[in-house]
């Protein structure tokens, strides 16, 4: 094959016809870039300095694979970390205007998490403006995951959205000195009654219902399930 002037071997060509035909899951880019400063004490102020250079390494990982031949792409936003066991530990308070009154998550640290995806979605916008005959899907983790915290027994998480379901005890069963898995941690017989795992990662179960979320319901943009069949999703 060739393609601006270049020969491509069989096996270059056979890794161009997999780009082409893929759906490109981007990981959650982000989460630790963030999680690191936060845990180290470090101001909102300094993190969200850090937001502009995180989503200028994404949207230049995206050109590079559009570049290699990806023609579908799905970029996900960041979870809602206001209402992980881990940050609602660091940051208990007793300030009752820092809480969300119905899902009892932290606000300012789930706008933080919006401000990061308001960015990706303006950059991601740009990219799709350069690149037309690629499809960008925005994966809405955020919503996608807030609706398990605002509705947790409407899903079955009878045992609440904001405790871990293995942890080292305390009011959200999250111990930085003791996590998951180290003496004398306990973790819950029944880990699908639980959205939140070890205080920083979520269960299967609540992933399945994410997953749901983008595949079958309102949760990205464009809506993947009105792409099936077209062109973007073809094989």
């Not at 069989?10 to 999680?35: H, K, T």
């Not at 970390?81 to 899902?103: A, M, Q, W």
């Not at 403006?129 to 027994?153: C, E, F, G």
């Not at 959205?161 to 306990?186: K, R």
């Amino acid at each position: 094959m060739m393609n601006g002037g270049r020969k491509y071997t069989i096996a270059e060509d056979e890794g161009l016809e997999v780009l082409r035909s893929s759906l490109l899951l981007l990981g959650e880019i982000g989460g630790n870039d963030y999680n690191h400063p936060f845990f180290a004490g470090q101001s909102i102020e300094e993190i969200q300095q850090y937001v502009s250079p995180v989503i200028g390494a994404i949207a230049s990982f995206i050109k590079e694979l559009i570049e290699l031949g990806a023609v579908t792409l799905m970029v996900p936003g960041n979870l809602p970390i206001g209402c992980s066991s881990s940050y609602l530990t660091l940051f208990k308070g007793s300030n009752k205007e820092e809480y969300d009154p119905e899902t009892g998550c932290l606000t300012w640290l789930n706008k933080f998490a919006e401000y990061h995806n308001e960015l990706l979605r303006n950059e991601l916008n740009l990219i799709q403006q350069l690149h037309p005959h690629a499809t960008i899907i925005y994966a809405d983790y955020y919503n996608a995951a807030m609706q398990l915290y605002r509705s947790p027994k409407k899903f079955g998480f009878t045992r609440g959205a904001l405790s871990a379901c293995c942890g080292g005890g305390g009011s959200y069963n999250y111990n930085p000195s003791v996590l998951c898995g180290i003496p004398p941690s306990t973790v819950s017989g029944e880990p699908s009654l639980y959205v939140n795992w070890d205080g920083l990662h979520l269960t299967e179960a609540a992933y399945r219902w994410i997953f749901r979320g983008l595949f079958e319901g309102p949760y990205t943009i464009p809506q993947i399930n009105t792409l099936c069949g077209s062109r973007a999703l073809s094989a």
